[in-house]
């Protein structure tokens, strides 16, 4: 073979060589970029499907507290609507790998259960004592199936890939094949309970205009400066203004150190505190940093307020304070107040939701007495405390109610249900989660 044709056949060669090479990575790399894809896809899908159980678990708990039949169809509907959704998000999912087949048959089954009994309250039946029993199976395994799942997205989330097969349970059980330790996962509820002092009821109440401020005198901004300052027990002279706000609260704010200050413009109250430091020390007891806020609130002008629940973060101890007078609960007018436990200075201070919803309100007069109230409770609850109390809808309106602070006889779980004064209707539950850093709800 001539040697033009040996060069020709190399160079040809080389030509291929190289043409099946660059497809090869360009191929390689579409792989790699439909993996990432599908990766991706199937983590959503993962999360979504972590976010539903968390709110099936919850539903199915509340089932357990109802003993209203408008609330049972309430919850039954969501119910029926979080199921459905969580198979949506399975359904997109490797179901091989994770073993998620009797994920969809709990879910078909609690859905139809969901469905019957909204079916069976709207026709105003009762719960009877087996469907009770089963609301409670349907619950323990919609526990476990939530804390499971919960646990998948946190070693997703720690790097393990789906596609490769690296997520995946670890269960040695038979009836139950999701779930491995059954220990409480914080990942279940890291981004759904409300802290209960930040104010179960006050994503409602914000949006409307002040009746308190409105019938309120105006100050002038030297005035607003001398209530900063004798909030705070310093120097006028050492606050300097900082800029005005409008709005529903219209303020002006003053700065002082650390420290900023809202001071409305009608009436001269203080709106709120801000501090910008860290507390380095945990140096006084809770106990007497609640006394320190509630004594804050007296001085400044704030009175009537009782303490509800509180959390500590960072070392400082938030307390949230409700409006309460003549042993009246007013759930609109809400204080949040912030305490150092290094050395028991206030640090922050929120009386945005008092300011908004605070009006004189007329007598507690119920048409449904306590003892009567009571009787409308499911009867798998044990009442461990009672409170009159106004709560707010999401109308706006405020409705009179009893509070039951209540334990669940099957669960051994904490709650507070509101039943209506005047017709007996069961208005809202509120499950009770305690952590080291406080009192959730959700």
Request: hydrophobic letters at 35%.
């Amino acid at each position: 073979m001539r040697r033009r044709n040996i060069i020709r056949l190399s160079s040809i060669g080389a030509l291929c060589l190289a043409l099946l090479v660059a497809f090869t990575v360009k191929n390689t790399k579409n792989m790699m970029e439909y993996k990432n894809s599908l990766e991706v896809s199937y983590r959503r899908a993962l999360s979504e499907l972590n976010e539903s159980l968390d709110y099936v678990n919850t539903d199915l708990n509340k089932s357990l507290y109802s003993a209203s039949g408008t609330e049972l169809k309430e919850i039954s509907r969501d119910l029926y609507a979080q199921c459905t959704a969580a198979k949506n998000a399975a359904g997109r999912l490797p179901v091989s790998q994770l073993e998620l087949g009797n994920t969809y048959k709990f879910l078909s089954q609690a859905a139809d259960y969901a469905q019957y009994l909204g079916s069976k309250a709207e026709s105003g039946e009762k719960i009877s004592e087996e469907e009770h029993r089963n609301l409670n199976e349907l619950l323990n395994y919609s526990g476990v199936l939530s804390e499971s799942v919960g646990e998948m997205v946190s070693i997703s989330e720690s790097g393990a890939k789906i596609t490769d097969g690296e997520v995946k349970s670890t269960d040695k059980a038979t009836v139950v094949p999701l779930s491995n330790s059954f220990s409480q996962s914080a990942k279940s509820f890291e981004s759904f309970p409300t802290l209960l002092y930040d104010g179960p009821f006050s994503d409602q109440v914000l949006n409307k205009n002040s009746a308190l401020l409105s019938s309120s005198e105006r100050k002038s901004k030297s005035e607003c400066k001398k209530v900063a300052a004798a909030a705070l027990e310093a120097k006028e002279n050492r606050f300097y203004y900082d800029g005005s706000s409008a709005g529903k609260l219209p303020s002006y704010s003053f700065k002082y150190g650390r420290y900023t200050v809202f001071i409305t413009k009608q009436g001269g109250y203080i709106k709120s505190i801000i501090y910008s430091g860290a507390i380095s020390e945990n140096a006084i007891s809770e106990k007497n940093a609640c006394l320190l806020a509630g004594r804050f609130l007296e001085k400044i002008g704030y009175s009537d307020m009782k303490q509800s629940y509180y959390s500590v973060k960072e070392n400082v101890c938030t307390v949230n304070f409700a409006y309460a007078k003549n042993d009246v609960y007013c759930y609109s007018d809400l204080i949040k107040v912030s305490v150092s436990m290094e050395d028991g200075k206030i640090l922050a201070l929120d009386a945005s939701t008092y300011l908004t919803n605070h009006i004189e309100r007329k007598a507690f007069s119920p048409k449904l007495k306590q003892k009567a109230a009571q009787k409308k409770l499911s009867p798998y609850l044990t009442v461990n405390g009672i409170k009159k109390c106004y709560i707010p809808k999401e109308n706006g309106l405020e409705k009179a109610c009893w509070e039951f602070f209540v334990t669940s006889r099957d669960t051994g779980e904490d709650a507070l249900i509101y039943i209506n004064a005047e017709n007996g209707n069961e208005e809202d539950i509120l499950l009770l989660l305690y952590t080291d850093s406080g009192t959730l709800v959700k």
